[in-house]
């Protein structure tokens, strides 16, 4: 059974950097994408960044792009997502998330973990 925990959120000033973690077990992970997800207060739960875990090839909502580097470590089997040049709109409690690469949908889910940018 997959299990994701993540770690690192927190309270950040308007245009710092935070980095995010994301421990992954029960699984080997190479043929799974990862993914960080992200929900705002009244908000629908939204899309922030990929990575597939072999090849390490990523994609990012374009809302982040350019300010966020999704990362991973096999050997930690730990997913990072590092995010730079943060802004208040990126307050949201941050999710990891992971699929097989045949699935269409993510199928496990971490607790989620807070993150709060102040102005």
């Known amino acids: 059974q997959v299990q994701l925990v993540e770690s690192g959120g927190g309270l950040v000033q308007a245009g710092g950097s935070l980095r995010l973690s994301c421990l992954a077990s029960?699984?080997?992970?190479?043929?799974?994408?990862m993914g960080w997800f992200r929900q705002a207060p009244g908000k629908e739960r939204e899309f922030v960044a990929s990575?597939?875990?072999?090849?390490?090839?990523?994609y990012y909502a374009d809302s982040v792009k350019g300010r966020f580097a999704i990362s991973r470590d096999s050997a930690k089997n730990t997913v990072y997502l590092q995010m730079n040049s943060v802004k208040p709109d990126d307050t949201a409690v941050y999710y990891c998330?992971?699929?097989?690469?045949?699935?269409?949908?993510?199928?496990?889910w971490g607790q989620g973990t807070q993150v709060t940018v102040s102005s």
């Open positions: 998330a992971a699929r097989t690469i045949l699935s269409n949908e993510y199928s496990d």
């Open positions: 029960g699984r080997t992970f190479s043929s799974y994408l």
């Open positions: 990575i597939n875990w072999k090849i390490g090839s990523t």
